[in-house]
């Protein structure tokens, strides 16, 4: 039986595109969640309240 990938591994595939408005006018585009979240011992974080993020829309 195959395991399945890590959490790390499914948000780091995920093709989301946002911004983290904190960093500015001059923010680079980001792709992939895991830029944005920590998983450490089964527990999930995020880095930056979700109120500081851009999604683009596609």
Avoid: N, W
């Amino acid at each position: 039986m195959r395991r399945p990938p890590s959490y790390g591994a499914y948000l780091f595939g995920g093709g989301d595109r946002f911004r983290i408005l904190s960093q500015g006018p001059a923010a680079k585009t980001l792709t992939g969640l895991h830029h944005v979240i920590d998983v450490t011992d089964g527990t999930v974080r995020m880095t930056h309240p979700v109120t500081d993020l851009v999604f683009a829309e596609e």
